[in-house]
């Protein structure tokens, strides 16, 4: 079955870490996107690519890299910069209109 | 200003009942789309139900249904019949601009949590 798979589903940080979130599709999606979710909060846009080898930041990009070397894959780098990295990460791609896919999500916790 | 404003943190509604959530946006484009999206305890995403800036009727989907009233720039989403699995977060999104070509971001409300209750 095609989808999106994120890893790991629960990643602990140690303040000054850099950690990377994986997220894989096999849709044959062009589009990809990175949310951040906070507890009680809506989805917010970190980093979008739309082929690959090219993305751009969204609204909330500080602290945060990504790559697309891959069009199957759009791996998420958490770094040090980021002050408050504890929150709820979705990947999602998009193939049409109204298309889009989303992952389960990996919870992040800073201990 | 928002984007995508939903006033509601939360509702609650009885078991078989139907239920409005409201959302609300903000945009210049003429054209966009507007989505509605389920997020239980388990946090994934489920699409809802999809309306086009253009789409001429409401859309609907099974028990889904998004009330487009464009001039006022809501898209409220009915849910009949409410069952207890209905229980969890809602979010109203958009995509502004164009689908094709374009990056085609959403941007999300807040969200409203819905309680069904026997």
């Known amino acids: 079955d095609g989808g999106i798979t994120q890893s790991p589903k629960y990643l602990f940080r140690k303040e000054g870490q850099n950690v990377t979130l994986s997220c894989e599709q096999n849709l044959n999606h062009d589009a990809m996107y990175w949310y951040r979710q906070d507890p009680g909060q809506g989805l917010r846009l970190i980093y979008y690519s739309q082929i690959v080898n090219d993305f751009q930041k969204g609204d909330i990009a500080e602290g945060y890299s990504v790559s697309r070397e891959k069009k199957e894959s759009f791996p998420l780098t958490v770094t040090s910069a980021q002050k408050n990295p504890t929150a709820f990460y979705l990947c999602?791609?998009?193939?049409?209109?109204?298309?889009?896919?989303f992952g389960s999500g990996t919870r992040l916790t800073v201990v | 200003a928002q984007k995508i404003t939903q006033t509601q943190p939360g509702m609650f509604v009885q078991e078989k009942e139907a239920v409005t959530l409201d959302c609300t946006y903000d945009?210049?484009?003429?054209?966009?789309?507007l989505f509605w999206y389920k997020q239980p305890s388990s946090g994934e995403m489920i699409f809802l139900i999809y309306q086009g800036s253009y789409d001429e009727q409401n859309a609907t989907e099974g028990r889904y249904s998004l009330n487009f009233q464009k001039a006022r720039k809501s898209a409220n989403l009915v849910i009949s019949a409410s069952q207890l699995g209905d229980s969890a977060m809602y979010f109203c999104a958009m995509r502004e601009g164009r689908w094709a070509g374009t990056a085609s971001k959403l941007t999300f409300g807040t969200g409203t949590r819905l309680q069904v209750t026997l």
């Open positions: 999602a791609s998009r193939d049409s209109e109204y298309g889009y896919t």
């Open positions: 945009t210049s484009d003429q054209s966009y789309g």
